[in-house]
């Protein structure tokens, strides 16, 4: 399955909460089923990411660390 997401974002440099509040403004600017991407440096991003898409219903589609960031992609589903 080949993912492309709508928007893309660079979060690095901002430390969480920040990235969390980003994604999910960034979310409001896409339909639901569309997907999200962002790049952060900050390791939070591993645990606050999807704690928060669980509380809010949507849903990570990948995250991971590659070389010194962390790429997430997001879904929304509401």
């Not at 896409?30 to 390791?43: A, M, R």
Request: charged share 30%; aromatic share 6%.
């Amino acid at each position: 399955m080949n993912i492309a997401p709508k928007l893309s974002f660079d979060f690095k440099d901002l430390r969480c909460p920040t990235p969390v509040v980003k994604i999910a403004q960034a979310l409001r600017q896409v339909e639901i089923g569309e997907e999200v991407e962002g790049v952060s440096n900050d390791p939070g991003v591993m645990s606050d990411i999807p704690a928060w898409a669980r509380a809010t219903g949507n849903e990570v589609v990948s995250i991971e660390k590659r070389e010194n960031c962390y790429h997430f992609i997001v879904r929304r589903l509401k």
